[in-house]
């Protein structure tokens, strides 16, 4: 999630001397980040049910950006994520085994399928959409996060080769969607390829407020410099100034963040980021208008770094992107069969 602008500064990312590969054990593990790892092995071992618990305070870590997306040195990503720095997203193809989108309008589901999640309603936030580099004034405008201004959205980031933060958003999406669908689910994106640019990231917000949804789970890849791998799960910190209140809202959007936390992992084998969140895969942020606006459950995923080779050979693998989407999806699960 490629943020730019002033208000994004991300947080200089603290990078951990040793990588070390994601492994089952609590032996494996970055000792200061073995609490929130138990709490993800408690999360994804005890199936859809059993409790997320609260994440140790090492786990979450504001990195001391804005409140864009995860520390921008991290970089998170999207127009509430963001990277350093404003890229212009080509188009470029991952592979050519995209999921099409079901339905000409896009923002919602058909008729869901009877299962587990019959009645539940989720709200999928593709960050960026494809189209914004071609609107930059209307995505550079700001708009009201409820603790100060930001902009509407911004391009997001891609990989090195041109494959675009935006198109992998809405192609893990869509993966998800089916997936959800499949368990009853009624499933609301934000956008789905089918408006020119935008939304901005207060409409984001207000989509899933809108659908009184029971989880938003906003999808991004970051843009961080190369040798900065993993994912991180990007949580609303308590905020309590201008229109933003999301003091309701933390302790379920953790229990979500762990859940979808654990779950990614254990589809994917991709481990927590090795530059933020100390090694915990958790951040916690206060400058990203679609947490602070939010006022159902709600968390972003950063999927990858796409400006690392290694990370971005699995962001554009259509396998990949199918793992991802199953983890992202069984930790959504997870957290509404509780």
């Not at 058909?110 to 936030?125: E, F, M, N, Q, R």
């Not at 198109?167 to 408006?195: H, P, S, Y």
């Not at 308590?238 to 936390?261: F, K, M, Q, Y």
Request: hydrophobic share 30%; with cysteine; charged share 20%.
């Amino acid at each position: 999630m490629s943020y730019v602008g002033p208000d994004f500064d991300p947080p200089q990312p603290r990078r951990s001397p040793l990588r070390r590969p994601l492994v089952v054990t609590a032996a494996a593990l970055v000792p200061g980040a073995l609490a929130g790892w138990l709490v993800w092995q408690a999360t994804g071992s005890g199936g859809d049910a059993g409790g997320s618990g609260s994440a140790a305070a090492g786990a979450s870590s504001t990195a001391g950006s804005p409140d864009n997306g995860s520390a921008r040195t991290s970089t998170p990503s999207g127009s509430d994520s963001g990277s350093h720095s404003r890229k212009t997203a080509s188009t470029g193809s991952g592979d050519d085994d995209k999921v099409p989108s079901p339905s000409a309008s896009g923002s919602s589901s058909g008729p869901a399928a009877s299962g587990p999640l019959t009645g539940k309603v989720v709200v999928i936030d593709p960050g960026h959409n494809p189209g914004n580099f071609q609107h930059t004034t209307e995505i550079n405008r700001k708009v009201n996060i409820g603790t100060n201004f930001k902009e509407c959205d911004t391009t997001g980031t891609s990989t090195n080769s041109g494959y675009s933060e935006a198109d992998f958003t809405l192609d893990v999406a869509r993966r998800a969607r089916k997936i959800l669908e499949e368990q009853g689910a009624t499933v609301k994106f934000t956008q789905d390829g089918n408006r020119a640019w935008g939304p901005c990231v207060d409409e984001r917000a207000r989509i899933g407020n809108e659908a009184d949804a029971d989880a938003v789970v906003s999808v991004h890849a970051d843009g961080s410099g190369a040798g900065n791998r993993g994912f991180h799960v990007i949580l609303p910190g308590a905020v309590n100034d201008g229109g933003a209140d999301t003091r309701p809202i933390v302790a379920p959007s953790r229990d979500l963040g762990e859940r979808v936390a654990g779950r990614f992992v254990r589809n994917t084998g991709s481990a927590p980021s090795n530059y933020v969140g100390g090694g915990t895969g958790l951040v916690t942020r206060k400058d990203l208008g679609g947490l602070n606006l939010s006022t159902v459950p709600k968390v972003f995923i950063e999927c990858g770094n796409m400006r690392d080779s290694k990370d971005a050979a699995l962001l554009t693998s259509g396998a990949w992107r199918q793992k991802a989407a199953q983890g992202i999806s069984e930790g959504i699960s997870g957290f509404l069969r509780k």
